[in-house]
């Protein structure tokens, strides 16, 4: 059985991090992408950040690039999300997710592996 566990969410002040964590497991990722993706209250779930789990390429929103990064841990099974200077809109849940090669990675629609998400709070 496949799953995805999130953790790592929680409460922080503006301007703070948070480190959010993924694992992995019930099948090989070789050849999948692992992203994250956001929902804001009221808003669509967004595209946040992808990890190519063979190339290591790594894609990112333009709304979080050069604040947050990426990463997989082949041995552990896991992708982290290190958020830096967070600001009261990155508030959302936060969901882990394994698409296959085919589809575009900055679509949710293309993912077929899904976390229950967890909490980001950011205050001002």
């Known amino acids: 059985q496949v799953q995805l566990i999130e953790s790592g969410g929680g409460l922080v002040q503006a301007g703070g991090s948070l480190r959010l964590s993924c694992a992995a497991s019930g099948r090989t990722f070789s050849s999948y992408t692992m992203g994250w993706f956001r929902q804001a209250p009221g808003k669509e779930r967004e595209f946040v950040a992808a990890v190519d789990w063979i190339a290591s390429n790594t894609y990112f929103a333009d709304s979080v690039k050069g604040r947050f990064t990426i990463n997989k841990d082949s041995v552990r099974i896991t992708v982290s999300l290190q958020m830096n200077s967070l600001k009261p809109e990155d508030t959302a849940v936060y969901y882990c997710?394994?698409?296959?090669?085919?589809?575009?990675?900055?679509?949710?629609?293309?993912?077929?592996?899904w976390g229950h998400g967890t909490q980001v709070t950011v205050s001002s």
């Open positions: 997710a394994a698409k296959p090669a085919v589809g575009s990675r900055y679509v949710d629609t293309s993912y077929n592996m």
